[in-house]
């Protein structure tokens, strides 16, 4: 099973800031199954970025992904106020078949 | 746009089987092109993924749950369905249905279903 770690766990930062996310899989992730997700309190996740790097539909291109192997980033160039959330790391290919990360807040500061 | 919503009873007790269904709108799960999961998420935890069904019937499941988790679909009705058997309060979580999309290189949940509470308790 491929264990996806995300660091740090809070990420205080104000408005205009850049945001650094990692997330640290414990083997390989196969080919470019990763995907990163945003979720703000009371909502489902949304998808921001699936395999490694490209934007989902209607994602700002603040937003970009990067990585390979064990390790990928999330970047979020210039925070936004509506950017403070919880994000998730997830890979697919290794079992189960979809795993995600403990995720990271990223908070006001 | 594709819209997927559950439903299902928000109380369960202990020993009992958890039954919840997805309807989609706005999409077809005889579509081809997505698997159709459900994933859950302890109160104030992370995301766990459940199981998936293909519009032909094939299914994947997570080992942790598989002993105990079914999941089904109706293609009359647009819609799929999870049992979880033998719960426990463990299995207390927002239950998300979800869309994936699996390609060469990507395999994400591309839309979500607002998420329904299932509380495990007598």
């Known amino acids: 099973e491929i264990v996806l770690t995300q660091s740090p766990g809070t990420l205080s930062l104000s408005p205009g800031e850049r945001a650094t996310l990692s997330c640290r899989a414990s083997?390989?992730?196969?080919?470019?199954?990763l995907a990163w997700y945003q979720q703000k309190p009371g909502q489902a996740p949304r998808l921001l970025i699936h395999?490694?790097?490209s934007r989902a539909t209607g994602i700002p291109d603040r937003f970009s992904g990067s990585g390979s192997g064990t390790d990928f980033t999330l970047i979020i160039s210039r925070l936004e106020p509506e950017d403070f959330a919880v994000y998730y790391c997830?890979?697919?290919?290794?079992?189960?078949?979809?795993?995600f990360g403990p995720g990271t807040t990223v908070d006001i500061k | 746009q594709v819209q997927l919503q559950e439903s299902g009873p928000g109380l369960v007790k202990p020993s009992e089987t958890l039954s919840l269904t997805c309807t989609v709108s706005?999409?077809?799960?005889?579509?081809?092109?997505?698997?159709w999961s459900w994933i859950r998420q302890p109160p104030g935890k992370g995301l766990e993924w459940i199981a998936y069904?293909?519009?032909?019937?094939?299914?994947n499941y997570n080992p942790s749950l598989k002993s105990r988790v079914t999941i089904s679909i109706d293609t009359s009705k647009n819609q799929f369905s999870l049992k979880l058997s033998s719960v426990t309060a463990a299995d207390t979580a927002l239950y998300y249905c979800?869309?994936?999309?699996?390609?060469?290189?990507?395999?994400?949940?591309?839309?979500w279903g607002q998420g329904t509470l299932v509380t495990v308790s007598s």
């Open positions: 083997q390989s992730v196969r080919s470019s199954y």
């Open positions: 997830q890979q697919y290919g290794s079992s189960p078949l979809f795993t």
């Open positions: 706005g999409g077809s799960v005889s579509s081809g092109a997505y698997y």
């Open positions: 979800a869309r994936a999309l699996v390609g060469y290189s990507y395999a994400s949940f591309d839309s």
């Open positions: 395999g490694v790097s």
């Open positions: 069904i293909y519009y032909s019937g094939n299914t």
